[in-house]
């Protein structure tokens, strides 16, 4: 006779949360700590932030016998990471009076905010929301915030693709009015048996949930680690439809081999119209048939490779009344930003800054970032964009005034000559924040970087575009299982190495070395880079050149990922 086996605690929290209130009104009354009651904290998520507390002084505070020194993070909703100058100087304001100061470009093309006191949260929030900004969904077991290619305004067609994702992040929203009853004050459901969350249910998803709209032949979404995609197909200028991807994913735990990161697969194609209702679909079948007794597996990804694929498009296509065509071809060539100014269709310039890992803020010694991007907000009409590698685009600038943002720009330390190596990384938060965190990433790759720098330019490879990407431990939140090399945390400055991606975000990592130093990272790297340079075909790639060069196999299935390769 089969164990029958138990829904996890989160979902029973979900269950007697009365859609999303549980007691965070009653924690957040209470003065006696700075922290909220453990369920609460799985609940806030949803709300749009999460508990943590300052790791680099847990020790010292240990032993004053005090609390650990708890705040919040914030993270927004922002589909598209569209945010006009007007929000700018809100988000701007409110980082300097109601956090730790500063903002965080995060992966997923928004913001957040570290160091809140639990007392000003709610005041946060209004603030945001004052600006048309809401947290609602950004965390939690519900669709997330929605990517779409960064440079919309490039022509009519990338707008009319950003509005499916602004759309598909409305349609998916929760439909609780939780957010507004805690945080805005506004009038309170009398009898919450009868609010309803029709897509959702009253246990939402089994886990989170990840959205990406991507434009070839620009791949910077990572479109194969959503758990569901959409990738335009267009033709002759027009937008015929987009084939639907789903069941990518990253995040996997470090030797357990029934966790892994995985490509979405190409289900097919559909016409424009039919985005909304396939996913609805895909979104009530994970509800259904996502595991919700285990967390490690409740993610697309696995429900999807239990099911099957035929199964799992049979259940879509019922559910959403709309058959898949056969996939329409696309190719991406690119995967991180275009820096620099580009043009759009109507004759105003984007202007791509480098932001290191996303850590927008003022230095003491240092560049003033904040400072500098309020006096473009003053400056110029247009808006800012948040690009998923944790860029900024200052965009839809008019001509007259591109010198002076560039000018501004400079000043501040938000345009700089950097290599292509640095251009084309990226790290996750990790320590002090993030409670998951087994290493350094965000405050370490930067000087690992500059360790690399010499190696390739010692091997005359300082122009070549590497993607290497580092995070805090296997969550994968710098998408790392996508990138040509990639250094995921295992204890405090201790890395696996992994190898093989291709530079297009279209295949996955090999493990090739565990548990290793920056030494030995140093070590085991350099040979490599000198037989690339030596080796490689014209145009080829490093993660392209190490899997041809029968140093990694190539990995299209997140079932084959974990075994080291020696
Ligand atoms: Fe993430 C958890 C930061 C993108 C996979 N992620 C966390 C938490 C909230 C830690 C926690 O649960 O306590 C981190 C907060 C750190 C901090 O102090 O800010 C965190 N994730 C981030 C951000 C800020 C990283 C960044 O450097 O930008 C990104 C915010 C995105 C956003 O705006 O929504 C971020 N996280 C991602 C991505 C990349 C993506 O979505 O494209 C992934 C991999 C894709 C995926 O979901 O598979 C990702 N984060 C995770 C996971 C593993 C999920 C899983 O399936 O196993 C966790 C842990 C969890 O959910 O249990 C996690
Ligand atoms: Fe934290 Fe791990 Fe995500 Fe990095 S990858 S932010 S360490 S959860």
Known sequence: ???????????????????????????????????????????????GFYQQDERDLREERRHQKLEPLYSFMLRARVPGGVITAQQWKAIDAIARELTGGGLRLTTRQT??????????????????NQAMIDSIAACGDVNRNVLCNTNPVESALHKRIYEDAVALSKHLLPKTRAYHEIWLDEERIANHEEEQEPIYGDTYLPRKFKIAVAVPPHNDVDVNGNDLSFVAIIENGELKGYDVLAGGGMGNTHGDTRTYPQIAKNFGFIKPGDVLKVAEAV???????????????????????????????????????VLFADAAPYEFTMHSDRYGWTENSDGTWNLTLFIEHGRIKDYEDGPQML????????????????TATQNLIVAQVEKSKKEAIEKLAREHGLLRTVSRLRENSMACVALPTCTLAMAEAERYLPDLITKLEDI?????????????????????????FLAEIAFVGKAPGKYNLYLGG?????????????NIGEEEILETLEPLIERYSKERQEGEGFGDFVVRAGIVP????????HQIHE
Do not use: W
């Open 456 to 480: 390739v330019s010692r091997h005359g490879l300082a122009d070549q575009p590497i993607v290497v990407r580092m995070t805090g431990c296997p969550n994968g939140c710098a998408r790392p």
């Open 371 to 386: 400072q500098g991007l309020l006096k473009m907000a003053d400056l110029h009409g247009g808006d800012f964009r948040m």
């Open 111 to 128: 913001f957040q905010y570290h160091g809140i006191l639990k007392r000003n949260i709610k005041p946060l929030i209004q603030g945001i």
């Open 554 to 561: 190539a990995v299209y299935d997140g079932r084959d990922f």
């Open 1 to 47: 006779m089969s164990e029958e086996k138990q829904l996890t605690e989160v979902e029973h929290i979900k269950a007697r949360s009365r859609h999303l209130r549980g007691t965070i009104e009653e924690g957040l009354r209470d003065q006696t700590t700075g922290a909220l009651p453990a369920d609460d904290t799985q609940l806030t998520k949803f709300h």
């Open 283 to 321: 979104v009530t079948t994970q509800r259904d048939f996502g595991d919700r007794t285990d967390r490690k597996q409740a993610r697309l990804k696995y429900t999807i490779d239990r099911l099957g694929t035929d199964v799992f498009k049979q259940h879509v296509e019922e559910r959403s009344g």
């Open 502 to 514: 291709d530079g297009k975000g279209t295949r996955l990592v090999k493990l090739y070395r565990e």
